[in-house]
Structure formats: C-alpha cells, structure tokens
C-alpha cells in the first residue's frame, strides 16, 4: 500500500523537476547575453520577480514557518542561485540607469524579504498562521512573477501607437 507521505514526496519530485525545466528555460537568453556582451532590450523584470517568488518560497519551506518541506527548501534555494546567476549577468552587460535599476530593485526585495520574515516570526506565533500569512503572499507574488513578463507587451503596444 502506498503512503500519503509517499505520494506526496512523489509528487513533490515531480514539481521540483518540472520547476527546474521552468528556472532553465532562460539559458538560450543569457547565453546570447553573454556571447553578445550586452542585453539589448531584455528585460530584467521577469527574473527579478522569479527571485523575489523563490525567496519567499524558501522562507515559507523554514521549519519555523510550515514544518517538513525540504523539496520546497531545495528547489527554492536552487531558483535562488539560478537567477541571482542570471541577475548577474545582466548586472555585469548593463549600463547606467538599467543597472542601477536592477541594483535598486534587487535591495528593495531583500529588503522586503527581511522585513516579511521579522514580521511574521515575531508576530504570528503559531505555525498554521505563519504558514498561511506568507502562503497567501506568496500566491500574490508568484502570480505577479508569471505576468512579469507580459511587461513586455506593455512596451510593444507603447512604440506601436
């Protein structure tokens, strides 16, 4: 007979692969960024927001948040270092006010990060409130990370009209 645990561990690898394949899919982009030395019109936007959704991610996985949830542990602290690598690169082929931008952006989500996490283990004293105040948080931020890029489409009909 299969356990719950085991259905869901399953499942659990299953999402984690298929989030991998997600946090990849950008690497044809960055390579042409970095063979090319300069990110044209790309956008930082949609990887800034993929971080800010994997670090809250992480921060919901924390045993002093929702307890035993080292899949969600591992592939939010893989998601992080996949796009801080690619944060990076658009970091090191940007100039002027872009980069500052991105820099500005980067400090503002850490600095939100910081201020959640504070608020939340100091004020939510329970694991089920906890759990369910950056949960609802984070289904906020990872749908502004899937229209994240639809930002694009704002600029294509702005130079359009």
Same mark, same amino acid.
């Given at each position: 007979?299969?356990? =719950?645990? +085991?259905?869901r $561990?399953?499942? !659990?690898?299953?999402?984690? #692969?298929?989030?991998?394949?997600?946090?990849?899919?950008? @690497?044809? $982009? *960055? &390579? !042409?960024?970095?063979?090319?030395?300069?990110?044209?019109?790309?956008?930082?936007?949609?990887? /800034?927001?993929? /971080?800010?959704?994997?670090?809250?991610? /992480?921060l &919901?996985?924390?045993?002093?948040?929702?307890?035993?949830?080292m899949?969600?542990?591992?592939?939010?602290? %893989? !998601?992080?270092?996949?796009?801080?690598?690619?944060?990076?690169? *658009? /970091?090191?082929?940007s100039?002027?006010?872009?980069?500052?931008? @991105?820099?500005? %952006?980067l400090?503002?989500? #850490?600095?939100?990060? =910081? $201020?959640?996490?504070?608020?939340?283990?100091?004020?939510?004293?329970?694991?089920?409130?906890?759990? +369910?105040? %950056?949960?609802?948080?984070?289904? *906020?931020?990872? $749908? !502004?990370?899937?229209?994240?890029?639809?930002?694009?489409?704002?600029?294509?009909?702005?130079?359009?009209?």
């Amino acid at each position: 007979m299969v356990s =719950a645990d +085991m259905i869901r $561990t399953v499942l !659990g690898v299953i999402g984690n #692969v298929t989030s991998m394949a997600l946090v990849l899919s950008p @690497v044809p $982009t *960055f &390579y !042409g960024i970095w063979k090319n030395k300069t990110v044209e019109q790309y956008s930082s936007l949609p990887y /800034l927001a993929a /971080l800010l959704n994997y670090m809250m991610w /992480l921060l &919901y996985g924390l045993p002093a948040v929702q307890p035993h949830n080292m899949l969600i542990i591992t592939m939010s602290v %893989i !998601g992080i270092a996949i796009e801080l690598h690619y944060i990076a690169l *658009f /970091l090191a082929y940007s100039v002027g006010a872009a980069r500052r931008r @991105v820099i500005f %952006i980067l400090l503002a989500e #850490v600095a939100f990060v =910081a $201020t959640v996490t504070a608020l939340v283990l100091n004020l939510a004293h329970t694991h089920t409130l906890r759990s +369910m105040v %950056i949960g609802i948080l984070c289904v *906020f931020i990872e $749908t !502004g990370m899937y229209a994240a890029p639809l930002s694009i489409m704002v600029r294509i009909d702005w130079y359009h009209s």
